[in-house]
């Protein structure tokens, strides 16, 4: 029996951590632009309806016992409430982002003044990049998306910063631009007598990336296109606790068969410009 086949055998190994995050209230949330095939400026949204929805994510991490810290959402920035997106987090060192669409360029200098005042290394990037909503660390590997935001070059720059390997996978979908929004991770450290696993949504990867991916967590979940089109794996996850779409009924049935405790949370005014619950989220690991 491999160590991930045991994994599924042995629920009871799942374990909650403790996460620091960082979010941004969407007080100024709205869709006036068009950057992503989720955005239509033309229909209207409704900016209280954000904060009420983001507000149930945001005490939800807090029973969940989780330290949330805040950063000043601004006027003139509709979308810096993806605070993922703001950067990548590792070892009390803060990649800034570089964002490939000059409406999202001023939210870059904004997380990075944020690092800096709240003690973090902050390095600036030099190469595009959306921070993690293109880089997923699961254990001492880094998954690097690249297709649509990110480029490749950030890849390396990720690689010689924090010294880990990184796997880069191309997206192919529109839809599924950030690798956030395809792969989720699901055990963020190491779990007693197996390995670390994810979920993903196949035809969002070229064939390359899918076989990357195929080898590497044989035992992850595969989660259908329903799911993954309501962002399902758009979620967040601190080893046993997972908060999810709420609309992603399979994948909620598919974490409870491996053990684990998926919450639902319904940001359907948030999906209108292209995230979700992880969007939301931006890990701070010190």
Not at 232 to 248: K, P, Q
């Amino acid at each position: 029996m491999t160590t991930q086949t045991a994994n599924l055998a042995n629920p009871a190994a799942r374990k909650a951590t403790e996460r620091t995050i960082l979010m941004c209230r969407p007080d100024f949330f709205t869709v006036n632009y068009r950057i992503n095939p989720w955005m239509h400026p033309e229909q209207p949204t409704d900016t209280s309806l954000a904060v009420r929805q983001w507000e149930v994510l945001y005490n939800t991490y807090l029973e969940l016992g989780f330290d949330v810290r805040l950063i000043d959402p601004i006027d003139s920035l509709p979308d810096m409430v993806y605070a993922a997106n703001g950067g990548f987090v590792i070892d009390g060192i803060a990649y800034g982002a570089k964002f490939r669409y000059e409406q999202r360029g001023p939210e870059g200098p904004a997380y990075m003044d944020w690092f800096r005042d709240n003690g973090f290394d902050v390095r600036e990037p030099e190469h595009t990049n959306e921070g993690e909503g293109d880089f997923l660390l699961v254990g001492d590997v880094i998954l690097a998306g690249t297709g649509f935001r990110s480029d490749t070059a950030s890849h390396r720059e990720v690689e010689r910063i924090f010294g880990r390997e990184v796997v880069s996978l191309e997206l192919v979908n529109p839809n599924f631009y950030h690798l956030d929004t395809a792969i989720a991770v699901l055990d963020p450290e190491p779990i007693e007598g197996g390995a670390q696993n994810i979920a993903y949504l196949p035809s969002a990867f070229n064939e390359e990336g899918l076989a990357v991916l195929r080898e590497r967590f044989p035992d992850a979940i595969e989660v259908n296109e329903e799911d993954a089109s309501v962002l399902g794996l758009n979620s967040y996850s601190d080893g046993y606790n997972i908060v999810i779409a709420s609309r992603a009924k399979d994948f909620e049935r598919q974490l409870r068969e491996r053990g684990y405790n998926p919450i639902g949370v319904d940001l359907s005014e948030l999906l209108l410009g292209g995230g979700g619950v992880k969007c939301c989220t931006l890990e701070l690991r010190r």
